[in-house]
């Protein structure tokens, strides 16, 4: 071989191959738990009820036109009329009916339930990730 032979036999030729591979993972986990608590409160209330007394009251008095239910003060008035034969037709207030409102306020103290939640969060520690391409 000459010196001219021995060069051309003596040149390597590389080739650089790229190879790419992905492993899947969890990045970050978070636990959540929730949790339910009772308390009870007491509510003030005011309870409000109210009667009604009625009361006959007789008028017989004679009108002319039948009077209106009107209210005076605490009290409704309710007509009640009749009519009487005589030589001519007269109209009479026979009776009211009187109603007064009366009420009463009474403070009762109520135990009511109310209910929240609560939240933890915890992170629970990562495992190393495992390459499937690294065991074959």
Do not use: C, W
Request: proline content about 5%.
């Amino acid at each position: 071989m000459t010196g001219s032979e021995d060069l051309q036999d003596a040149i390597p030729v590389f080739e650089e191959t790229l190879r790419v591979s992905k492993t899947v993972r969890d990045a970050d986990r978070v636990l959540i738990k929730t949790s339910v608590q009772e308390r009870t409160e007491y509510v003030d209330l005011e309870l409000r009820t109210g009667d009604a007394l009625i009361e006959r009251v007789p008028v017989n008095r004679v009108v002319e036109t039948a009077p209106a239910i009107r209210e005076e003060g605490d009290t409704i008035i309710v007509p009640v009329l009749e009519e009487i034969i005589v030589v001519e037709k007269r109209l009479v207030l026979k009776e009211e009916i009187h109603i007064r409102r009366q009420q009463k306020v009474e403070h009762v103290r109520e135990p009511v339930r109310l209910r929240s939640e609560e939240v933890a969060l915890e992170r629970p520690a990562l495992t190393e990730p495992t390459n499937k391409e690294d065991k074959a």
